[in-house]
């Protein structure tokens, strides 16, 4: 990535010597585009949640995950992890970053842990009965106001 950025100033500082200054300024500002278009592609952002909800509650509650981009710091993860385990004798759901290589799916181990994977930016949220149950709710309302 540092190899760009240097193609893009010394490039910049070419046209700059030459009296184009504008079109510098349009290079630099192409040159950034692409390297955030090209970070982007390379890291996957996820929810994160080290403490976990116990699994009977989580369609009921609406916990404040962590955002996080987990190629700081160097991640090369290429998703995101659901991981729902037993501790102290409840069921618990635990959010992170996933693996270095593409997965995706679930598997349980022999512990009867269940890890789950998927590889869009924030996809390890809660489950999608809480967003039913909200849209059920609220079409509800909708239609009791309207007869």
């Known amino acids: 990535m540092k190899n760009w950025s240097l193609c893009v ?40 949640d080290s403490q976990g909800i116990p699994v009977a509650e989580e369609p009921y509650i609406i916990p404040e995950f962590k955002e996080f981009d987990c190629s700081l710091g160097g991640g090369k ?19 992170n970053c996933g693996e270095l290589e593409e997965m995706s799916g679930c598997e349980t181990n022999a512990a009867n842990e269940t890890r789950c994977f998927c590889s869009e930016d924030y996809c390890n949220m809660a489950t999608s009965s809480m967003s039913t149950s909200v849209f059920l709710t609220i079409m509800v309302l909708i239609l009791s106001r309207l007869a």
């Open 77 to 95: 993860q290429k998703n995101c992890m659901k991981l729902t385990k037993e501790y102290d004798g409840e069921m618990l759901i635990y959010r």
């Open 9 to 48: 100033v010394a490039f910049g500082l070419l046209l700059s010597s030459s009296g184009c200054l504008a079109l510098w300024r349009e290079t630099s500002s192409l040159g950034l585009v692409l390297l955030g278009t090209i970070r982007q592609v390379d890291s996957i952002k996820c929810y994160v």
